[in-house]
């Protein structure tokens, strides 16, 4: 049963490489030639720099209230 299921999951995570078809992006070609490519990463890294920070923030705060419980 272990074998079927991981075959299983095996195939769902080849299929989506098959989905993509030969024609290119345009959006990604334009973002890049006109070097905004380096905004949307930047705003995506402090994104998850923030959503990391209040993680750790909420995790000290849980971590005093079960000491002191």
């Known amino acids: ?3 079927l299921s991981f075959l299983f999951l095996l195939l769902l995570s080849v299929s989506p ?3 993509q078809g030969s024609e290119a992006v345009t959006m990604d070609d334009a973002l890049q030639s ?3 490519i380096y905004v949307v990463v930047s705003i995506i890294g402090i ?3 923030g959503l990391a920070l209040y993680l ?3 995790d000290r705060r849980i ?3 079960e000491k002191e419980k």
């Open 17 to 19: 490489v098959f989905a």
């Open 63 to 65: 971590k005093k209230i």
């Open 1 to 3: 049963m272990k074998k």
């Open 34 to 36: 006109n070097g905004k």
């Open 47 to 49: 994104v998850f720099v």
């Open 56 to 58: 750790f923030s909420i």
